[in-house]
């Protein structure tokens, strides 16, 4: 006659599936960095914690040069003293601005790190804007023509009023930094994410990872999900940093021309072959609207976009549409 095993026999199998069945060579882990949160995923038969670390280590070295809210930051400094005198800086920093002033020319000034000036004046959490009159006079000194770049990495602004941020493109540089960190570790299958911005590392072990564009109006849907594999995703949203005043969203990503939100659109999506591109090129597309976001972006190789205005209307760019 078949008896029946003890209870703490069958707990014991059950506890030795279980973990036979949680012991995943997917390991995950999040943490908060740079004003948000941080997220990797990656395929790796040995523990990653090691890893997790040096990615936080990373990011947070990245935070202290570049933050604007960290006082001895280099570009809090610049932005202290860069109006008085030239101020050396290190040759990663020297590199973004580089990179910043390609994209200011490229975007015919849609892509401007020198909205600080005026951006400096909002407060998103208290819900404060500036008024028109600070607003003007903020504005006055907006244009990146201010940044003057001299030899042996050295920086100053041409007039004084003039501020900085990299908020559109530092987030796609630590991700890139981030990649290259577990690319050097043999990780050859990942997806790393930084607020809006992340990259896939190779696929989902035979298949395409979906990545989803988050729903600009309701943070519980997404409002598409697109198959990724080795390639970069950024998203530029007017639901990332905002308020309402008066009827108005006042959100963070504002025009080089007046120091005001963008009106019309709601988030743009941009993939590229890096992140610090998509980064910069999903601002710039918010701040050039529908038909001139998407004129830069098909003259781009290996770029896409896909817009989302604030009636739910979407556009794509042209290597996106199917043919007729």
């Known amino acids: ?75 809090a400094r610049l932005n202290r003293l860069g109006h008085e005198k030239p101020q050396v800086i290190s040759a990663e ?15 015919e000034g849609a892509f401007d790190i020198t909205f600080a000036s005026a951006g400096h004046l909002y407060d998103y959490r208290e819900g404060k804007a500036p008024n028109d009159a600070q ?41 890139d930094r981030g990649i ?25 072990r035979g298949r395409p990872w979906e990545v989803g564009i988050r729903h600009p109006r309701n943070p519980e849907k997404v409002a ?25 969203r006042i959100h963070h990503i504002l025009s080089p021309q007046t120091g005001k939100s963008i009106e019309g659109l709601a988030s743009v999506t941009v993939l590229a072959d890096n992140s610090l591109d998509a980064d910069a090129l999903s601002t710039s597309v918010f701040v050039l609207g529908v038909e001139n976001g998407l004129a830069l972006i098909n003259r781009l190789p290996e770029t896409s976009a896909i817009i989302i205005d604030r009636g739910g209307n979407v556009f794509y760019s042209n290597d996106l549409t199917t043919p007729e």
């Open 135 to 175: 607003l003007a006079e903020a504005a006055s000194h907006i244009g990146a023509d201010r940044i003057e770049l001299l030899p042996d990495h050295r920086v100053r602004f041409r007039t004084p009023g003039t501020r900085i941020d990299l908020g559109g493109i530092a987030k796609g540089h630590a991700i």
């Open 224 to 248: 598409m999900r697109l198959p990724m594999a080795d390639l970069a995703m950024s998203t530029s949203g007017d639901y990332q940093r905002y308020f309402i005043q008066d009827g108005r």
């Open 180 to 204: 290259a960190l577990l690319s050097e570790a043999g990780i050859e299958h990942a997806w790393l994410s930084l607020g809006g911005d992340s990259y896939v590392l190779g696929d989902h």
């Open 1 to 75: 006659m078949h008896r029946p095993r003890p209870l703490r026999s069958l707990f014991a199998s059950l506890l030795l599936l279980l973990s036979l069945t949680l012991h995943a060579d997917w390991q995950q882990h999040d943490w908060d960095v740079m004003g948000t949160r941080a997220s990797v995923s990656l395929w790796s038969e040995d523990d990653a914690a090691p890893l997790f670390q040096q990615l936080e280590t990373e990011m947070e070295r990245l935070n202290q040069l570049l933050s604007p809210w960290v006082d001895d930051s280099e570009l």
């Open 93 to 107: 920093f020297y590199r973004l601005l580089e990179r910043s002033l390609h994209y200011y020319q490229l975007t």
